[in-house]
């Protein structure tokens, strides 16, 4: 599918009324965002303490382990390193893995130098962190909860024999990278799955497409990528590097940046909260609050609308005017989809630090799903916030647990949940929304703008015509 | 059964040189005691670490979050808070939360007050460790690997209602505790299990008798125990507390204790490596080390020896010499038993931590056991090592990893295992061990003293004894 996107590039403030010092260090308000329990408490802390702080630096948050990773070798280099790939075992990377490769290359996992070794991968594992290296040994710790792995099988680590570095060949049969100092491991697999998904129940989307058919042995070592990973579907322009995104938050001159993961449609409650988090950041004293609506672009289920089909709709929700193109930068988070709850939730808030955001929206069971063997969600919704709001090595960042949104029968639009009058309103979920898309229904007036709307009806018509081809065929 | 067990108690070491601040700072060897790998530089760090600090504490090494605790009520206040408990909501415990009462009351578990509360036991399960809470909400780290978790029923939940405290009632139907300021949350044991053991295959011993038949909600909450728990089973006299422990390194004016944790028969092979410990802190500049032997008392799977036969060996060894009562402490660790390897010897070391010792022996696969349902080792017997090693929170634990013994058939003794001769090497398994012992057969000479040995062998005669005689009633 070839299709053209608009995304609207805001212009630079340029009359923006510039205090640099003011502006990182505004007076914070004592209103947490978030009311219920102790997270308000924590949110309160957080900003207080990074309230006292009084350095002006170049931008907000600093990447974790101080320096953020690049491992895109300089072009000057590109032949030499190529040539010397070329005398080196292979190894075969799958469509996924070289989403890794990607991610890993452009420091998203910072301060990950390559796929994890075993002391990296345990640490992860059991910790859902890892400890810096310093000169006595005990370092900083950063956040870092799934393990981010290279399974090979075991023909490969046969002819990987002794070597100490390989080359990695994407799909396309071209080498892309190196990977240095090899380690080679053992693959447990039941215990990585058990202790990344708190399950081992048949089903999990992320274990039978990736895990599964992977081989027994993990590889580890440090990653040297020949050059940057791309596409070439389109899209390519809107995955911005970590560093692309920091240079961009400092050209914008932005004093808070505010992301947002997501991998669904944008309707009118996430927009509710977009807006509102912005709001309640301008009453904090943030003069000029950034959005990152950050779309993961890989890997996802099989039963999730496309990437290609999110980024037009995500296009009409701000060519509608639901959200502000002045005020929002919309961008693809390279990353591979775990499903994993609560593990996985800190993965995507850290790899946010990484690329600048210092306050991060979370929501009810990030990263969740339902069960894949019994008829509950995998995860307690609320174990997402929670644990994100104590993880390891995200101190630094600013987590901003949101209040739900339903729609509003009687305001006839996306509302704030008010319990107190509970039956007004109506919880609309992923499934609902594509069935009222596949059935060509029309969801209540407000839930999404019509511009987005009408993307997903035609995705879901063309999915349909697929079907009816296929099922002709068969 | 009933049984005297003769334990010689160290005389005070009277004419010990005693200068403390030389002891406590001794100059520290550079040799690692390990030598295979990282762990030789940690260790490295970590006593040039300590060497480099010059406070004189009363005690060798601090209890987690700085305080001993110790939640047993002061005699002068039992009478009124037992009439309190009265009139309390009733929660009945099983003998093996009765242990973990024990467990929580004597400080074993350092900072925490009472069973965990979800924020705890989420940090438990995802982190390893808890964040202790300061001014700020950013407090030191503690290690805490297992949920140390008490279970109930709908039926209970429902009876408690909306109370803020309930009373704790043992298995002999008597009030135990107080629980106050509870917290009732749910008990997703699937995801408890995975998290924990790595796996949820069917037959992990205490999934299986402890947790499977628990009731489908957690009760958290500060604990006060009426009285100090007493099993009465004539071995109380070894469970010395923390505190006593502390008292008692004090008294023999320690300025190292090395603890050992076990929950089988102590061989030579044990033996030779607690020696081989003893000299190396010698070398290292310790004047005075002082051995922890310290098994496990609590909740053990069926085919691990019994405590109290376990302790009648680890008199012999005594007895026989083999290691030194001068400079040895028996004493019980209450702790059930969980049998989840990396995690749990976490747990273990902790624990040891409150104690009072400052270093840890760890071994081949510590708390591991077979795969329930596959032919294999649950954990790989390296991971137990490296995860201690990396541990948050252990930081202050000198680790000391030992080398594997085995019998040496040709020096015809138990020793370090050579791999330049691995063929004059048997490795006598507690598997092999319990078959000499059933069939009557002697292990080689130089396998365990032969005190020690006969006590096993009569253990073994009288199951097959108590076995032929329900078979014969059957």
Redesign the interface.
């Known amino acids: 599918m070839s299709l053209t996107i608009k995304l609207r590039i805001a212009p630079t403030i340029s009359h923006f009324d510039l205090n640099r010092k003011t502006q990182k260090n505004p007076i914070i308000s004592r209103t947490p965002i978030y009311h219920s329990n102790?997270l308000s408490?924590?949110l309160l802390?957080?900003t207080?303490?990074m309230a006292a702080s009084h350095v002006v630096k170049s931008s907000l948050i600093e990447p974790d382990g101080g320096v953020l990773i690049d491992l895109v070798v300089p072009e000057n280099q590109r032949e030499l390193k190529a040539s010397q790939a070329e005398g080196m075992e292979k190894v075969q990377l799958t469509k996924i893995d070289l989403e890794w490769v990607h991610v890993i290359s452009e420091g998203w996992a910072s301060p990950l130098k390559g796929f994890m070794r075993?002391?990296e991968y345990?640490?992860s594992?059991?910790?859902?962190?890892l400890?810096m290296k310093n000169d006595?040994?005990?370092g900083s710790?950063v956040n870092m909860?799934l393990p981010i792995v290279l399974a090979i099988d075991d023909a490969t680590k046969e002819k990987i024999g002794g070597a100490n570095d390989v080359a990695l060949v994407g799909p396309d049969q071209k080498i892309v990278a190196i990977l240095r100092s090899i380690e080679i491991y053992?693959h447990?697999k039941?215990?990585r799955i058990?202790?990344t998904?708190?399950?081992?129940?048949p089903g999990l989307p992320y274990v039978e497409e990736v895990i599964t058919p992977s081989g027994n042995w993990l590889i580890g070592g440090d990653l040297e990528v020949l050059s940057p990973i791309k596409y070439n579907d389109g899209l390519d322009s809107y995955r911005l590097s970590p560093k692309q995104l920091r240079k961009e938050f400092d050209r914008r001159q932005a004093d808070a940046v505010f992301a947002f993961q997501l991998r669904n449609p944008v309707h009118n409650g996430h927009a509710l909260l977009m807006n509102d988090t912005r709001r309640r950041l301008l009453d904090m004293g943030y003069k000029n609050p950034i959005l990152l609506l950050h779309p993961l672009g890989g890997y996802t289920k099989a039963d999730d609308v496309p990437l290609d089909v999110r980024m037009e709709q995500h296009s009409k929700v701000l060519e509608d005017g639901v959200l502000d193109p002045e005020t929002t930068i919309v961008s693809i988070f390279p990353s591979p989809m775990h499903y994993a709850g609560?593990?996985e939730v800190q993965w995507h808030a850290k790899a946010r630090i990484n690329a600048g955001a210092n306050f991060y929206i979370v929501g009810r069971d990030p990263a969740g799903m339902g069960h894949p063997t019994e008829k509950r969600d995998l995860?307690?919704p609320d174990?997402g916030k929670?644990?994100l709001s104590?993880?390891?090595g995200l101190?630094k960042l600013n987590i901003l647990p949101f209040r739900v949104a339903a729609y509003d029968t009687v305001a006839k639009q996306m509302a704030f949940f008010d319990p107190s009058r509970a039956k007004d309103f109506l919880f609309i979920s992923g499934t609902k929304m594509r069935t009222f898309a596949r059935t060509g229904e029309s969801p209540p007036n407000g839930f999404m703008c019509p511009g987005g709307w009408e993307v997903l009806v035609k995705y879901y018509a063309s999915l349909q015509t697929e079907e009816a081809k296929a099922t002709v065929s068969a």
């Open positions: 102790k408490t924590s802390f957080r207080k303490k075993e002391d345990l640490q594992l059991h910790f859902n962190s400890r006595d040994g005990y710790i909860s053992k447990n039941e215990e058990a202790r998904w708190g399950t081992i129940a609560p593990t995860y307690d174990h929670k644990v104590m993880a390891p101190e």
